[in-house]
């Protein structure tokens, strides 16, 4: 009982920061991707051909967030676009206030159109800290199975897009997209998927598109959360 009372207090302290932050961002027009799947799924690598594809099209920046270790910061820097690492020394998730004590990092980083924090790899803590993103993206790469959806339902239902990582791999795979394409409609209606590989780039221009779409729609004043689809793409 005691722990549960706690676990209450603690979300409701991480929303209130969130919804301060969420204010911050609406006023700045800034769109706020927060990414989320298991440890190895692609977050950093999908990152590093996504900066590599916005180069001198938006103002991005990152925070990364991982338990120990500065490699996904590292990784990432070399886009040109501002990264902080943060490092949450055990937690299997972000919270509201790491990234407020960021804000500083990202308003020093001029008027931006997209910010994305990669959350620490787990498809359970994060789900539920309200980070004051648009979007909670999730990712599930193809050597994780096609029951993901069904064993975590809650992120995949929270998540506002999905993507399936890894489709490269699908040939040495006993993996199928139908299975996992009806498991995730299953757990979230509607929701749309991007099938990617980000070694091949097949599927990357659908979700460009995606993030553009985000981006266009925040400067007039709305959020767009896509349509009922799944996207195979072509190379991006
Ligand atoms: N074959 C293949 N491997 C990938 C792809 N994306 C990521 N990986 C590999 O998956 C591993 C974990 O990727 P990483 O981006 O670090 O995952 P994260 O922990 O979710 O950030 C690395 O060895 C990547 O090279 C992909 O599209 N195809
Ligand atoms: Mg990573």
């Not at 910061?73 to 040109?80: T, V």
């Not at 096609?146 to 995949?156: N, Q, R, S, T, V």
Request: glycine letters at 8%.
């Amino acid at each position: 009982m005691v722990k549960l009372d706690v676990r209450a207090n603690v979300l409701e302290a991480n929303d209130k920061i969130a919804a301060r932050l969420r204010q911050e961002w609406r006023g700045r027009r800034t769109v706020v991707i927060n990414l989320i799947s298991s440890p190895g799924s692609g977050k950093t690598t999908l990152l590093e051909h996504t900066l590599a594809r916005l180069q001198s099209r938006l103002r991005v920046a990152v925070l990364v967030g991982d338990v120990q270790t500065d490699n996904d910061a590292r990784r990432l820097a070399p886009f040109g676009f501002p990264v902080r690492q943060i490092v949450t020394a055990g937690d299997c998730h972000l919270e509201a206030h790491l990234v407020e004590r960021h804000l500083q990092f990202v308003e020093a980083a001029g008027g931006l159109d997209l910010l994305f924090i990669e959350n620490v790899g787990n498809l359970v803590c994060p789900t539920d800290y309200d980070l004051g993103e648009d979007a909670k993206v999730v990712l599930l790469s193809t050597t994780e199975g096609e029951d993901k959806p069904l064993k975590y339902p809650a992120i995949f239902h929270r998540a506002t897009a999905a993507l399936l990582t890894k489709t490269d791999l699908l040939p040495h795979l006993d993996f199928s997209l139908e299975l996992v394409r009806h498991n995730l409609r299953t757990v979230h209606p509607g929701v749309p998927l991007f099938e990617v590989s980000a070694r091949t780039g097949v599927g990357l221009e659908a979700w460009l598109d995606w993030l553009f779409l985000q981006v266009r729609a925040k400067c007039s004043g709305n959020t767009v959360t896509g349509g009922d689809r799944h996207v195979r793409g072509r190379a991006g």
